[in-house]
């Protein structure tokens, strides 16, 4: 595309295309915005789909890694560290553009032509610029816990809860914000443990801010326009303010499948990751779940 409105912003490409490289056993997107590090799983199947995988704030790329492990048998599985996550955290700022490009970059430096993009919480958020800016790419969009569509489906009450949690984040020392999210996100002990684990890792002021910054563009985004499918989950008992609700109106109002995971908090993929598995797996292989 050569023009692009999202976040307020308009006009011609403005990144220039990052360069593929290697580092430390993972794949290296090297763009003047920072480097970005992503790990590939190849399917031995010719002409096999490629998904892509989004984590949300404070995570990393590993919160997928079983999720990317069982898709690996029947498709190509992507799963980058966002800007100013894990070993992408020297990069010069978190925007959803940014994410859109470095995503885009990364599917051309592996030669694939369309990719089912599945996005968590800010993840979600910049799956959705991506379909918006490269609807061409696009095979799918599975949004997952997050703020769907733009403006149109969000209400002003969750974002200055979730702007609070961000200046809350900013002070917090990495332990407390790990014990703290992990326990609010997951609903099960495995769960918790699980993202417990990866949060410890994370720069807690880098998380933040790119909660933050995301929130700052949701005012402005809107709601990609390509000719894809699109399905929205949720976890049963998500307890990030508004994200349930949001998810379930955002169904409706765009009439676009919606997939409940029972028995799932926020991240559903480590709650019920054999639920989460068959509704994403039923999507990208075409047997998308009706609307409940």
Same mark, same amino acid.
């Given at each position: 595309?050569?023009?692009?409105?999202?976040?307020?912003?308009?006009?011609?490409?403005?990144?220039?295309?990052?360069?593929?490289?290697?580092?430390?056993?993972?794949? @290296?997107?090297?763009?003047?915005?920072?480097?970005?590090?992503?790990?590939?799983?190849?399917?031995?199947?010719?002409?096999?789909?490629?998904?892509?995988?989004?984590?949300?704030?404070?995570?990393?790329?590993?919160?997928?890694?079983?999720?990317?492990?069982?898709?690996?048998?029947?498709?190509?599985?992507?799963?980058?560290?966002?800007?100013?996550?894990?070993?992408?955290?020297?990069?010069?700022?978190?925007?959803?553009?940014?994410?859109?490009?470095?995503?885009?970059?990364?599917?051309?430096?592996?030669?694939?032509?369309?990719?089912?993009?599945?996005?968590?919480?800010?993840?979600?958020?910049?799956?959705?610029?991506?379909?918006? @800016?490269?609807?061409?790419?696009?095979?799918?969009?599975?949004?997952?816990?997050?703020?769907?569509?733009?403006?149109?489906?969000?209400?002003?009450?969750?974002?200055?809860?979730?702007?609070?949690?961000?200046?809350?984040?900013?002070?917090?020392?990495?332990?407390?914000?790990?014990?703290?999210?992990?326990?609010?996100?997951?609903?099960?002990?495995?769960?918790?443990?699980?993202?417990?684990?990866?949060? @410890?890792?994370?720069?807690?002021?880098?998380?933040?801010?790119?909660?933050?910054?995301?929130?700052?563009?949701?005012?402005?985004?809107?709601?990609?326009?390509?000719?894809?499918?699109? @399905?929205?989950?949720?976890?049963?008992?998500?307890?990030?303010?508004?994200?349930?609700?949001?998810?379930?109106?955002?169904?409706?109002?765009?009439?676009?499948?919606?997939?409940?995971?029972?028995?799932?908090?926020?991240?559903?993929?480590?709650?019920?990751?054999?639920?989460?598995?068959?509704?994403?797996?039923?999507?990208?292989?075409?047997?998308?779940?009706?609307?409940?």
């Amino acid at each position: 595309m050569d023009n692009f409105e999202i976040g307020g912003g308009t006009g011609a490409d403005p990144f220039p295309a990052g360069k593929n490289g290697e580092e430390s056993g993972a794949l @290296l997107l090297s763009s003047p915005r920072g480097d970005a590090y992503y790990w590939l799983r190849r399917c031995p199947q010719e002409g096999a789909p490629w998904l892509v995988l989004l984590h949300g704030a404070g995570m990393d790329h590993s919160v997928f890694r079983e999720t990317a492990e069982y898709f690996s048998r029947s498709a190509n599985v992507l799963t980058p560290d966002l800007p100013r996550h894990g070993m992408s955290e020297d990069y010069s700022e978190f925007t959803l553009r940014s994410c859109a490009y470095d995503v885009r970059d990364m599917l051309n430096s592996e030669g694939a032509e369309r990719a089912y993009i599945a996005g968590h919480c800010i993840g979600g958020c910049a799956a959705q610029a991506f379909a918006r @800016l490269f609807p061409e790419y696009c095979a799918g969009l599975a949004l997952i816990d997050t703020f769907p569509f733009g403006q149109s489906a969000y209400r002003g009450w969750a974002c200055a809860a979730l702007g609070n949690m961000a200046g809350l984040l900013r002070v917090m020392p990495a332990r407390a914000f790990a014990a703290a999210l992990s326990g609010a996100f997951s609903v099960t002990a495995q769960g918790s443990r699980r993202l417990m684990e990866i949060m @410890l890792r994370q720069n807690t002021a880098s998380a933040a801010d790119a909660l933050a910054d995301t929130i700052s563009e949701l005012g402005t985004a809107r709601p990609p326009e390509g000719c894809f499918p699109t @399905l929205v989950m949720v976890g049963e008992h998500d307890r990030v303010p508004g994200i349930r609700i949001l998810g379930e109106r955002a169904a409706r109002e765009f009439t676009v499948p919606l997939a409940r995971i029972p028995g799932a908090g926020h991240t559903p993929y480590l709650d019920n990751p054999a639920a989460f598995r068959r509704a994403l797996e039923d999507f990208v292989f075409g047997l998308v779940p009706a609307t409940v």
